[in-house]
């Protein structure tokens, strides 16, 4: 089973893919240590994140969040508005972590971040009993 996490970063895609400790530092066909199997495509640009896995409407809406969040932890204000914004921010990451579940199946895992806690867009009971 695959693990992918749903979490904003700055620069990033707003999707991580979730490793365990043996995959890490034990998958021979591993080049580097971050994580990430280079793409080229026309022989020099790198091929989207994820692309190989989720159609671009899925990625267009997690990169549109991932930049949200960026602008939500730079805002110079704190107050109930940004608060506010969070809660409903929070909430986006749950629909897309549903939706990115479902386009990915019952291979992956699909988790989001919120708050610092990871939650689980399906229960791992559910996949030992696909409905």
């Not at 020099?44 to 159609?55: G, M, Y």
């Not at 914004?85 to 699909?110: C, I, K, M, N, P």
């Not at 989001?112 to 409905?131: I, L, T, V």
């Amino acid at each position: 089973m695959q693990r992918a996490l749903i979490d904003y970063d700055f620069g990033a895609s707003g999707i991580w893919i979730v490793t365990s400790h043996e995959e890490t530092f034990w998958t021979p066909e591993r080049t580097d240590v971050s994580g990430w199997r280079r793409s080229v495509v026309n022989g020099t640009k790198r091929a989207r994140p994820w692309s190989e896995h989720l159609s671009n409407p899925p990625l267009d809406e997690l990169q549109r969040w991932n930049d949200w969040g960026c602008t939500l932890a730079t805002s110079p204000i704190e107050s109930h508005a940004i608060d506010a914004g969070w809660d409903t921010f929070y909430q986006d990451a749950r629909g897309l972590a549903g939706d990115v579940q479902s386009e990915l199946g019952l291979h992956w895992q699909v988790l989001w971040a919120e708050n610092g806690a990871w939650n689980f867009a399906r229960s791992p009971r559910q996949f030992d009993n696909p409905e």
